[in-house]
């Protein structure tokens, strides 16, 4: 990208792209949690939230404002700075990723090529590592200052957790890596829109991939880091008020930004399945294209939203060893295996 | 455990399509306030002190029902019926004051039972609610069925579908 392209529309531009990124990923955060009571009470036979507005539609806003409304509680035995940090340090990892996630191709707009992806790096696979594994100082930083025993030892759980479920999930992405030789999502996305999903190449590394999402997102069977009936709730069991809000609220947020990152590698990101999306902008126009692209995502974002609703609700937790043996001991190898043989079959078909 | 076990994956899978069948299930819950389970026709709900058909008190007074209560909820206090008063009370002693403490009674029934005249008789109203314990010693103004001469819309209520349906029968 040239410096001198950074004009005053181009800033408006990515702004609002922003702002309206952050909007979307709060709102879908939001209506997640209602999603996650309402599924729930459907597996279990039950109705779910149905008082507050139609539906309970309004159930989340409930939740918000009596969060906002409660009191406020730092220990006095915690370390008052780092004990603010926490929770706004989870927030803030969880939204930063959404930046280099492609939401769609291009929109055209008072003649101007607006692209619907913050910031196309050309390492984007490494920026989303780098955010991630920066989320577990969230965890870390909440579960130590609230010097508290339980809330460290679900800090020390998670961080443990975290570190072990990323080598599986960075060898995984490796054997995709080789098949595409680009670190760029938009990239990875074009080329699925030629050549097929990944998922059809990578089954093996789709699932590791997708465990290792699971246990980074602290969702069940991998929730050690704040298990109830163990810990009193873990790494946020001091806290309290809107500080409580954000640790909840900022799951939901990882759970929405990491389906995007699994519809984008392995489902074809913003491709509409089984169309042509250069005869069909033809016929449409591009910019309904890109709509409908972005439409595309979504559903598949939905649906892992389900995913991760669903595992929730029907597997119980690891135990901490069983969670260690799996990661090490079994996706570890696996993810290795699948490392080497995607390598020696790119190798032949290259020959 | 066999190779298929230790993979672990086709339990779980086999979990996830039970609970997704759960999905569309008949579900247990009513939404109470609105919709309202049947009642059997002999529920036992909070007590209503029954009037005749004249809209007189049926009760005397005897102490039967207090007498029977397991849980010692029900006191009361006898007092003459003066002539003037023969279109109120049914029989020549009446109950001045009447008490059932709603949070000791256990609606066993026995009170019912106990009763020579069918005064007292059990609703289907439940669930109360009030602010205070005090508010759950229900007097006789809580009591006392609506009078059917008077207010029979009110008292039809009081009484229940339960008598319809017993009638129809």
Redesign the interface.
């Known amino acids: 990208m040239d410096l001198m392209a950074i004009n005053l529309a181009y800033g408006i531009e990515k702004l609002l792209l922003i702002g309206g990124i952050i909007t979307v990923s709060l709102i879908v955060a939001m209506y997640t949690t209602y999603a996650e009571r309402k599924?729930a009470a459907?597996?279990?036979?039950?109705?779910g939230p149905?008082r507050a507005g139609p539906f309970g539609l309004l159930q989340p806003a409930a939740d918000g404002l009596k969060l906002f409304f409660k009191e406020e509680i730092i220990p006095l035995t915690s370390n008052k700075t780092l004990f603010v940090l926490g929770p706004a340090l989870a927030m803030v990892t969880a939204m930063l990723t959404s930046a280099v996630i492609p939401w769609g191709s291009s929109l055209h707009i008072f003649g101007r090529d607006v692209s619907l992806q913050i910031a196309d790096v050309n390492i984007g696979i490494l920026y989303v590592f780098g955010v991630v594994s920066m989320g577990v100082y969230g965890i870390m930083i909440g579960g130590w200052s609230s010097n508290n025993k339980f809330s460290l030892i679900a800090a020390v759980r998670g961080a443990s957790q975290i570190i072990s479920y990323e080598l599986a999930m960075g060898l995984s992405l490796i054997a995709l890596l080789m098949m595409t030789g680009s670190l760029s999502l938009k990239t990875i996305v074009q080329q699925q829109m030629e050549g097929g999903w990944n998922i059809i190449y990578q089954p093996l590394g789709f699932l590791i991939f997708l465990i290792c999402v699971f246990a980074e997102c602290n969702r069940t069977p991998f929730d050690l880091p704040e298990a109830e009936n163990e810990l009193n709730f873990g790494y946020h069991q001091e806290y309290s008020s809107m500080k409580l809000g954000l640790y909840l609220f900022s799951e939901y947020v990882n759970m929405f930004i990491s389906s995007a990152v699994v519809s984008t590698l392995f489902f074809g990101g913003y491709d509409i399945p089984f169309v042509d999306e250069a005869a069909l902008s033809l016929s449409l126009g591009a910019n309904t294209v890109a709509l409908l692209g972005f439409g595309a995502l979504f559903a598949k974002i939905l649906f892992f939203l389900f995913l991760f609703i669903?595992?929730r609700?029907?597997?119980p937790r690891f135990r901490y060893d069983q969670l260690m043996d799996l990661g090490w001991k079994k996706l570890i190898p696996l993810a290795l295996a699948n490392m080497l043989i995607t390598a020696v079959v790119i190798l032949w078909l290259n020959k | 455990m066999s190779f298929m076990e230790r993979l672990y994956l086709p339990a779980i899978f086999k979990g996830m399509a039970i609970t997704f069948a759960h999905m569309f299930k008949k579900k247990a819950t009513i939404n109470y306030p609105e919709e309202k389970r049947p009642f059997s026709p002999v529920f036992r709900g909070l007590h209503v002190l029954n009037r005749d058909e004249e809209g007189r008190e049926n009760c005397t007074a005897c102490g039967l029902c207090a007498v029977a209560c397991p849980a010692e909820a029900i006191t009361m206090e006898a007092a003459e019926r003066k002539t003037s008063e023969e279109h109120l009370y049914r029989e020549e002693k009446y109950a001045a004051k009447y008490e059932i403490n709603m949070l000791r009674c256990i609606f066993c029934g026995l009170c019912e039972e106990a009763c020579p005249k069918d005064a007292i008789y059990m609703s289907e109203t439940f669930a109360p609610s009030n602010f205070t314990r005090k508010g759950f010693i229900y007097a006789k103004d809580e009591l006392l069925i609506p009078n059917p001469v008077t207010d029979k819309e009110k008292y039809d209520i009081a009484k229940g579908l339960r008598e319809a349906q017993l009638k129809n029968k």
């Not at chain 1, 459907?42 to 109705?47: E, I, N, V």
């Open positions: 599924v459907w597996m279990q036979d039950r109705r149905n669903w595992v609700w029907t597997i």
